[in-house]
T-cell receptor, first 113, second 112 residues
Framework: DAEITQSPRHKITETGRQVTLACHQT?????MFWYRQDLGHGLRLIHY???????NKGEVSDGYSVSRSNTEDLPLTLESAASSQTSVYFC????????????FGPGTRLTVL | QQQVKQSPQSLIVQKGGIPIINCAYE??????FPWYQQFPGKGPALLIA?????SEKKEGRFTISFNKSAKQFSLHIMDSQPGDSATYFC???????????FGTGTRLLVSP
């Protein structure tokens, strides 16, 4: 069955370190998204991609970067982790055409000390 | 800048009650309004969605009511069950852009 996976599921890191969160989908979806979820803020869009080599900034992109070298993966990199980036991160994907349903991964809980 | 405002933040109802969650949007270009359901430790999943050409959509016990002139939409859960206890997010999107703008979420607890 097609799915979307995230790794690691939990990560503790220190301020200033570079961190990469992985997202892999087997839906063959063109569109992929990264969100962060914080209490009181809901889900906020960090970066998104409509296809290979395409990346776009979302609402809260400062301090984050992504790259899309293939259809299946969209890794999220925190260049220099800050305590304000402690959050739960969700990756999602959707098809280029048809419906707009986004399929979400299980999330990564990141703690920056 | 919150483009989709959701209320209440939390809600407690008894089994069989009808919880109502409300959302309001500002951007009149939005033309797709989904609701996502999230259980603890899981990612959100699409529950039901509506487009502004209809005022109501039902799927099982879940109903979306849509008021285009007021720029508001709401989720009603009929005969709510303890298994409906979850966080619910409304969202909005513009056709062709795919990306969603989410509300802040409502934590629903249905007591037995």
């Amino acid at each position: 069955d097609a799915e979307i996976t995230q790794s690691p599921r939990h990560k503790i890191t220190e301020t200033g370190r570079q961190v990469t969160l992985a997202c892999h989908q087997t839906w063959n979806h063109n569109n992929m998204f990264w969100y962060r979820q914080d209490l009181g803020h809901g889900l906020r869009l960090i970066h998104y991609s409509y296809g290979v080599q395409d990346t776009n900034k979302g609402e809260v992109s400062d301090g984050y970067s992504v790259s899309r070298s293939n259809t299946e993966d969209l890794p999220l990199t925190l260049e220099s982790a800050a305590s304000s980036q402690t959050s739960v991160y969700f990756c999602a994907s959707s098809a280029r055409t048809g419906g707009y349903e986004q399929f979400f991964g299980p999330g990564t809980r990141l703690t920056v000390l | 800048q919150q483009q989709v405002k959701q209320s209440p933040q939390s809600l407690i109802v008894q089994k069989g009650g009808i919880p109502i969650i409300n959302c309001a949007y500002e951007n009149t270009a939005f033309d797709y309004f989904p609701w996502y359901q999230q259980f603890p430790g899981k990612g959100p999943a699409l529950l039901i969605a509506i487009r502004p050409d209809v005022s109501e959509k039902k799927e099982g016990r879940f109903t979306i009511s849509f008021n285009k002139s007021a720029k508001q939409f709401s989720l009603h859960i009929m005969d709510s069950q303890p298994g409906d206890s979850a966080t619910y997010f409304c969202a909005a999107s513009i056709t062709g852009f795919q990306k969603l703008v989410f509300g802040t979420g409502t934590r629903l607890l249905v007591s037995p």
